[in-house]
């Protein structure tokens, strides 16, 4: 057959996160802006199975200054270039940076000094710009190879080295190979095979040729060959043939060359696909200082140019704090709650209505299920006492500002110093109540601020009743409950405590009586049908503050119970979250303890409507309670009201203190000398003065 | 030691053990030693796996892209439409580090496209053989996780070790068995990490 033009498999680069993990230490402790050569090692292997590019890989180990190849892995000598800026590294002059390479390669074979270490011609060069704020890598490798005058030819078609050898023979030579690595400490990547004429195999290092040539014997020049193509050698062997060209052309015509590839499988070397090649050399000679150099790496578009790879994800540590945050979730999905659906509650913006003992601790058991959506709304400032109980404030939060910082603000500010993964806010609000009288000169702003709670409503999910008295849980309990939110409710009394969740109505416009259907399940509520907060009252939220004892305006309550309550008050949020009716989900109301054996439809378990905690006996209960159809909160007529009145009706509850209970009816009933025990509990005395939280 | 445990002793000598059988057969798994003195086996492996999505995302190379000066002569000496570099290869790293509070041997593997980046769990997840899923998500007896390395402190990927012992009581304790490779055996090739059947053999 016809000569043809011998072509080369290029080298691809294999990187692994160590090498670029150390890449960033190196630029930041230890070049900082030099941005002068500095010395790297790639390796690559002739053991890959067929379909295999070949690789050059670098690792870690990469920036050893002791560099020593994996097992039978084969050493390349590297330079790499760190520019500090991107402009730099995309107009620094690439042929140069390519010379420069080619130059020592060049020098390594004309000096000599590569016939004995032939690894010298085994290089790589790597430019790279390193952006460590978005752990952008910018990187362009180049496999240096200097180019005969003329390209090197094949004589004939590759032979398998089975077609060529006998299968004693293999075994032989690869005794032979074994034999001829174990005197070098790494492994060679270039040797000579001589074949002598009573069969006997041998393998020497190239600087001993001369021992064979014009002897009755026949020299081979091997290679260790990544390629795993049946009729094309691996990119190393290019320099190869430069440094025989330039030593024996023209004395030598043609060499042949074998591409020694070695599979091992199950402790034994196969070396049977390796390929013999007749190659005929050309000259080397040059008129240039340096020979013709190639080499650059095509990118994933298959074009001469850099790539470029974003690590944030596995480097930027607010990222893996998310991830690792989201794994140990999963990892409760995984081994005990298959059903559990976490995107639920991650996605479930969350409105923090007080950020004190409540509101602080809520915020971090939302952020222990994943939530990444938490505002707090408070108008109140870090005070001395509030550290030691406020789970999110440190005693600099009261002493940095006079007279403390915003609450709501700190509060979002350490949030985010615990997860910086989440999107925390703190608005500084007042919200208006009912009874307390708004004075002509602040209704614009008393507007204001209400338009702005109507915001915030609309813009969460959930919200939290956690302030500090029961009159400002009204007009939150009014809007959420017009918006159809979910509203979970806290209040902490000395020793109890109350967590609810307020029922969600189906729709405004139909009858707040019970829908038929529903009703046939006499032990359940549906969610639909649940009370308010205000719903068991039935005196209207006036002023409460008016006509206390200073004990009574600022109750305390035991320390621990904030963290039970806000505890409470999150699982059960999350547990409406995991129920397949949401919002809708039924609160049991069956006898006694019978709920505790019912069968659970969420994989959490049961969602009950109120739960009350006694800590003088540490006991809970798990009372539910329709809605109450004269509501001063939840009532069609109220609701009706608001929707219809918008601002000028809650005008009107705040500054007229029967107003809410005229229009629900509730006067009327008071006249009417309704018992109110009907509507309670027996604990719920317990509950009358529980309202303050802080 | 309860069932399916093992000591950190026990565990530096089966460590041993397999080191020489995997030199013996010319594997790659090595012996690391830490700064501070702490043994961990390790192998590292570049292998063709398919990703579901391909291994190039859509890069923003913008700035990078208009690099027009010619950079080198034209080179006709390269082998055209090469096929096999569109392969996509992953590159495992395979630590074997002992847990001295479930008494287990832990793996911890890493694995990385060819530019460096990490594999994302559900990518990790993907190239799970099937049957191993299937195997894992009835019956649970283990489950990859993220975790700092626990010598190395990188992130890295772990076969959570909370059944490791489980696992490990109801393998036979045949005489010249080794645990470290009757539990590789038994949880590698759920991450690709093959033994050969040579290392049953007693030598
Ligand atoms: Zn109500």
């Known amino acids: 057959m016809a000569e043809f033009q011998l072509q080369f498999a290029p080298l691809s680069s294999i990187l692994d996160g160590g090498f670029w993990h150390k890449l960033s230490n190196n630029k930041l402790n230890v070049y900082g802006l030099d941005e002068s050569p500095k010395t790297i090692h790639g390796f690559y292997c002739n053991g890959d199975p067929p379909g295999m590019p070949c690789r050059m890989n670098l690792e870690y180990i990469a920036f050893d200054v002791d560099f020593k190849p994996p097992l039978r892995c084969f050493d390349c000598h590297g330079t790499l270039i760190n520019t500090n800026t991107i402009d730099k590294f995309k107009d620094c002059d690439k042929k140069e940076l390519l010379a420069m390479v080619g130059k020592k390669i060049w020098q390594s074979i004309t000096s000599g000094e590569a016939l004995s270490k032939p690894d010298l011609l085994s290089q790589l060069l790597l430019l790279t710009y390193a952006d460590l704020k978005k752990y952008h890598y910018y990187y362009w490798f180049a496999f240096p190879c200097l180019c005969p005058s003329e390209d090197f030819r094949l004589v004939r078609s590759p032979q398998k080295l089975h077609e060529r050898l006998t299968s004693s023979q293999m075994e032989r030579l690869i005794t032979a190979y074994d034999e001829f690595q174990s005197h070098h400490s790494n492994h060679q990547g270039y040797f000579i095979v001589v074949e002598t004429l009573d069969d006997v195999l041998k393998i020497d290092s190239v600087q001993n040729i001369s021992e064979y040539l014009n002897k009755n014997t026949k020299v081979l020049f091997g290679f260790s060959d990544p390629c795993t193509l049946e009729g094309n050698p691996g990119w190393p062997l290019r320099n190869y043939l430069a440094l025989i060209s330039y030593y024996w052309y023209p004395s030598l015509q043609e060499v042949e060359v074998l591409c020694f590839r070695c599979r091992i499988k199950d402790g034994n070397c196969d070396i049977s696909h390796s390929i013999v090649l007749t190659v005929k050399l050309s000259s080397m000679t040059t008129e240039a200082d340096l020979p013709k150099c190639v080499g650059w790496e095509k990118n994933e578009r298959q074009k001469l140019g850099p790539r470029m790879v974003n690590l944030s994800a596995s480097m930027d540590p607010v990222k893996l704090s998310e991830s690792a945050v989201d794994l140990n979730l999963k990892l409760m999905r995984w081994r005990l709650l298959p059903d559990l659906d976490l995107e639920r509650i991650t996605r479930t913006r969350c409105l923090l209505l007080g950020a004190g003992t409540l509101g602080c601790n809520v915020a971090r058991c939302l952020l222990g299920w994943g939530v990444r959506t938490i505002t707090f709304v408070d108008n109140g400032s870090v005070s001395y006492s509030n550290p030691v109980r406020q789970s999110l404030f440190v005693f600099e939060d009261c002493t940095k500002v006079p007279g403390g910082r915003s609450k709501a603000e700190a509060a979002a500010e350490a949030l ?87 029922g969600v109505k189906k729709d405004m416009e139909t009858d707040d009586s019970p829908v038929k259907g529903q009703m046939l399940d006499y032990r359940c509520i549906p969610g639909s049908q649940l009370g308010c907060y205000f719903c068991n009252d039935v005196v209207a939220p006036g002023d409460s503050t008016r006509d206390r004892t200073l004990d009574q305006q600022c109750t305390v309550s035991r320390p621990g119970m904030s963290y039970i309550a806000s505890a409470q008050a999150v699982e059960l949020l999350v547990s409406i979250l995991q129920h397949p009716a949401g919002t809708d989900a039924p609160a049991d109301i069956s006898v006694g303890e019978e709920h505790l054996k019912a069968d659970h439809c969420s994989p959490l378990g049961l969602v009950p409507h109120q739960i009350r905690g006694f800590l003088s006996r540490f006991h809970q209960l798990l009372p539910a309670s329709r809605a109450f159809d004269k509501c001063t909160a939840c009532s069609r007529t109220v609701i009706k009201g608001y929707l219809e009145g918008g601002f000028g009706f809650l005008l009107q509850v705040f500054n007229e203190p029967t107003y809410l209970e005229d229009l629900t009816g509730l006067t009327q009933m008071h006249q009417d000398t309704i018992d109110a025990e009907v509507w309670d509990i027996d604990e719920d005395e317990e509950f009358s003065s529980m309202d303050t939280s802080s | 030691m309860a069932a399916g445990s093992i000591s950190e002793k026990k565990f530096a000598e089966c460590a041993i053990h397999l080191l020489e059988k995997s030199a013996h057969q010319k594997d790659h798994w090595t012996g690391e030693k830490s700064s501070s003195g702490e043994v961990y086996l390790q192998k590292r492996c570049t292998i063709p796996c398919q990703l579901p999505m391909p291994t190039t995302r859509e890069r923003t190379l913008s700035d990078s892209q208009n690099i027009k000066e010619p950079v080198e002569d034209l080179d006709e000496a390269v082998v055209q439409d090469n096929v096999s570099t569109s392969t996509s290869m992953v590159t495992f790293v395979y630590h074997v580090v002992y847990n001295a509070s479930y008494a287990v041997p832990v793996l911890y593997f890493n694995a990385y496209k060819p530019d460096g980046q990490l594999l994302s769990l559900e990518e990790v997840w993907a190239i799970v053989p099937q049957h191993y899923q299937d195997r894992l998500r009835e019956e649970r007896w283990t489950f990859i996780t993220q975790q700092e390395h626990p010598i190395l402190g990188r992130p890295f990927y772990q076969l959570h070790p909370c059944h490791t012992s489980t696992l490990m009581s109801q393998i036979p304790d045949t005489p010249g068995s080794n645990y470290l490779i009757s539990w590789m055996s038994a949880v590698g090739p759920v991450l690709r990490l093959e033994m050969s059947m040579r290392y049953g053999e007693i030598i």
């Open chain 1, 416 to 502: 985010t110093k615990i997860f910086p993964g989440v999107k925390a806010r703190g608005v500084n609000l007042s919200i208006a109540m009912p009874g307390h009288s708004v004075p002509e000169g602040s209704v614009e702003q008393t507007k204001k601020d209400v338009q702005q709670l109507e915001e915030l409503i609309d813009s969460h999910d959930a919200m939290f009743l956690l302030l500090d008295t029961r009159e400002s849980r009204w007009l939150p309990t009014v809007i959420g409950a017009a918006r159809k939110k979910i509203v979970m409710c806290a209040a902490l009394g000395f020793d109890t405590f109350l967590v609810m969740r307020h």
